[in-house]
Each structure stands twice: as structure tokens, then as C-alpha cells.
């Protein structure tokens, strides 16, 4: 994805890039943040399980599909912002990671984390349903009917 594209991405709210944090690459992001900031642990790393609901056909009555693992952790900065996270797995460093990047976005940095971090993200989740659809598409059946003599 080009700059320009990057740049025309929706701004994100904060649920937004709280969405685009969990559900990156773990290792992305330790790339895009080698280096994390002195913080406060308020909550530190815990891994627990959440019942996933679904609707059939997106609004029939809702039912339990199952449960799916997930992480949380909540920090706090020296400047008193606080970051939240969830993310599916065990990855604890992911969690913090994710949690010290909400805080860091709530906060002065918060353009250049905006640059740095989500931007890529973006990019990198943009390109991956790229793909998706791609390799979709090359499985799409097109079907047509031929007009028959007799139905004329």
C-alpha cells in the first residue's frame, strides 16, 4: 500500500485502534515497538476465556458457540494516560504491547504512534483481505443460463 493509501485510511477512534491492536500480529507489533515506555502495571497480563455468541443468518436468536481465549492487561504512563487491552490468545507481551500503545495514543506521541504503528497495521490488514479476496475470487463459479429454443 502506497503512503498516499495510508494516508486516506479512516481515522480511527479508539475502538477503532484498540480492534486493529488485538487483532495484529503479535510479532508486528513487537517490531513496530521494540521498545516499550517505563509504565505502571494496573492489571498485569491475565489470561481468562469469554463465551463467543453468534446469530444464525446474522439475526436469528442468538446462541453460545463457544468460549475463546484471551489476554487483558491495563498499564498506566508517567503522564497519568491509561491503555486497555484484550486480545485473543495467551500472549501476554502482546497484551501489554497492545495496552501501552492505547495509552501511548491517548497522549502527546499520539500522531507519531498514529505514523509508526496503527498506519502499518492498517496497511498490513488491508493487504491481508487483499489476499483473502484474491484467493476468493479465483474459486468464484459464475453461472449463466443459455436461452433455450423453446422458451422463445
Do not use: Y
Not at 58 to 69: Q, V
Amino acid at each position: 500500500m502506497s503512503r498516499s493509501e495510508m494516508q486516506s485510511l479512516p481515522p480511527l477512534d479508539r475502538p477503532g485502534w484498540m480492534a486493529l491492536l488485538a487483532k495484529s500480529s503479535p510479532a508486528r507489533l513487537a517490531a513496530l515497538m521494540p521498545q516499550l515506555p517505563d509504565h505502571e502495571t494496573l492489571r498485569a497480563p491475565e489470561i481468562g476465556a469469554v463465551m463467543v455468541r453468534g446469530r444464525t443468518g446474522a439475526t436469528g436468536a442468538p446462541f453460545n458457540l463457544g468460549e475463546m481465549t484471551v489476554t487483558r492487561c491495563a498499564v498506566r504512563l508517567g503522564d497519568g494516560s491509561v491503555g486497555h487491552a484484550w486480545v485473543q490468545g495467551r500472549d501476554r507481551d502482546h497484551a501489554r504491547r497492545a495496552a501501552v500503545a492505547d495509552a501511548l495514543l491517548q497522549g502527546e506521541t499520539a500522531p507519531r504512534i498514529r505514523r509508526d504503528v496503527l498506519e502499518v497495521l492498517a496497511a498490513d490488514a488491508a493487504a491481508a483481505r487483499a489476499a483473502r479476496a484474491a484467493r476468493a475470487a479465483d474459486t468464484k463459479v459464475d453461472f449463466f443460463t443459455m436461452v433455450r429454443g423453446e422458451d422463445q
